[in-house]
């Protein structure tokens, strides 16, 4: 669990980037920060691994307050992917993949066959290990980042617009891996989007932030849809209108459902067929 | 021609001590770059007073600064020492600017990352930022390689052993074939040394040749792709 107790973050130039932010984000959850740019979504997803450090305030992982801890010890127990990947360009895969085992001083050896097993993970051929990052797509380099981020088991996986860069499909195949990755792995999950239909599909929790790190709205993707704050959220989530403002018309007994368009999006059937995220388990 | 088949031993050995004046400026002033490169680039107010001093450092006759330094290091007048600073104050006034210019290249987006993974400042520098500056480096230390085999002729007028020696004797025994083979052993010299950086550079940089392949491959994939 990681919990902000009434946070706040001025940068040396006088802005104030995150006010008084407090939130517990639980344990084996994903929790998706979404808001427009300047919003403070990635300064307050930095402040978790010290990359900023905060004004004042306190964060705590686990109970722990994260200011008496070592920043190099705590950063690399948790899993860090950034868009673009980030990933060292003068190392091959394998060797980006096991950054930081090797900087924990696991054997060269033992680390190299645990990178292995995650380019598996993540569904990466392992033919790929031995190229260097520029040899890559844009969406494998994401998928090694990923990799990479996990190399060291971290309870903690932080990632900052990580699929903001790769063509839509790319993006929506990685959105579906990382869902399935997360059933399996079952990490802490901060993950920070300007884009609230990625916020909806993976975040368990998704918080709705406005300038200077400003929660609007935080719930799960259901709550925030069935009942939107303000008039900020409704435009934001676009229930007003697109896709997601659905309504029901009846034709020839059947029940359809139709966007403010008048398109047809779908039919009304019986019961939930798949797993919906807030169906009870 | 005569002169240069009967003093073949001759030009070999000059050439041999060239080499020997021109491999520890070369050395010297790439290593003390490193820490003065960082310098100027990790702090702003160092930057500009810095990379001015140094830079100045050229513009100091090279004659001169060889008569001088004997004096200021209490050597003697034809020690290779004296030629050996020289050349290395030259090296470290071309090759300051450069490193600090490529330490500041490495992109931030690399950087950052480097630092969420959980690199220390000290292995950070070493493992991230100094290898991904290299090929800067290494197209900076070219530039101090050539001009350092140019310059260590410069101390043959004080009677300091090189090729440039082939220069001064050739001139005042009135040889144009020593003058010329001076001059064409100098360049060779400078080929050559360029020649081996260049190799150290791919067998300690393998990386950049495949990026650059990539990036190739990539190019005429998208043309193929535009012309299709």
């Known amino acids: 669990m990681i919990e902000f107790r009434q946070v706040s973050k001025q940068f040396p130039d006088g802005t104030l980037a995150v006010d008084d932010f407090s939130l517990v984000i639980p344990s084996r959850k994903t929790t998706v920060f979404v808001g427009s740019s300047g919003c403070g979504k990635t300064t307050i997803l930095r402040m978790i691994n010290r990359m900023i450090d905060r004004t004042s305030g306190s964060i705590e992982i686990d109970g722990e307050d994260i200011v008496g801890l070592d920043k190099v010890k705590l950063r690399r127990r948790i899993g860090y992917v950034m868009q673009n990947s980030g990933l060292l360009p003068h190392r091959k895969v394998i060797d980006n993949v096991a950054t930081v085992p090797l900087l924990n001083g696991v054997p060269k050896k033992q680390a190299h066959e645990r990178a292995l097993e995650l380019l598996d993970t993540v569904g990466l051929d392992r033919s790929l290990a031995n190229r260097y990052p520029s040899q890559l797509s844009g969406g494998q380099q994401q998928r090694v980042g990923v990799a990479r981020g996990l190399a060291a088991d971290p309870n903690i996986l932080l990632m900052d617009e990580p699929f903001g860069a790769v063509d839509p499909l790319v993006r929506a195949e990685l959105q579906q891996e990382l869902i399935r990755l997360q059933r399996e792995l079952d990490k802490t999950v901060v993950f920070v989007t300007h884009d609230i239909d990625e916020a909806f599909l993976l975040g368990d929790q998704v918080v709705i932030l406005q300038k200077g790190g400003v929660i609007v709205q935080k719930g799960s993707p259901t709550e925030i849809l069935s009942a939107p704050a303000n008039d900020f959220v409704a435009d934001f989530i676009g229930a007003t209108k697109g896709k997601r403002a659905l309504h029901i018309d009846r034709r020839d007994g059947r029940e359809i459902v139709l966007d403010s368009e008048g398109r047809a999006a779908g039919v009304l059937v019986d019961g939930p067929t798949g797993g919906s995220k807030d169906a009870p388990a | ?228």
């Open chain 2, 1 to 228: 021609m005569n002169w240069i088949i009967e003093n073949l031993p001759l030009i070999g050995q000059r050439t041999l001590e060239h080499l020997a004046l021109s491999i520890p400026p070369i050395v010297l002033s790439f290593v003390l770059s490193v820490p003065l490169g960082w310098l100027a680039n990790r702090y702003r107010p160092s930057r500009g007073v810095l990379l001015t001093v140094l830079g100045l450092l050229y513009a100091i006759p090279s004659l001169p600064l060889l008569i001088v330094l004997p004096i200021i290091l209490g050597t003697g007048a034809r020690d290779s020492i004296n030629v050996v600073v020289a050349l290395t104050l030259y090296g470290i006034a071309l090759m300051v600017r450069t490193t600090s210019d490529a330490l500041g290249s490495v992109s931030s987006d690399i950087s950052q990352s480097a630092t969420a993974m959980g690199f220390s400042p000290w292995t950070r520098f070493w493992k991230v930022d100094l290898p991904l500056a290299g090929p800067v480096l290494l197209a900076g230390i070219r530039v101090v390689a050539v001009s350092t085999v140019s310059l260590v002729t410069v101390g043959a007028v004080l009677g300091i052993k090189s090729l440039g020696l082939l220069f001064t004797d050739g001139l005042q025994r009135n040889i144009v074939a020593e003058v010329l083979a001076g001059m064409v052993a100098t360049i060779a010299l400078a080929l050559l040394i360029d020649a081996v950086l260049v190799l150290i550079g791919r067998l300690v940089m393998p990386w950049t040749r495949a990026t650059r392949v990539a990036s190739t491959r990539r190019a005429r994939l998208t043309a193929e792709a535009a012309a299709s």
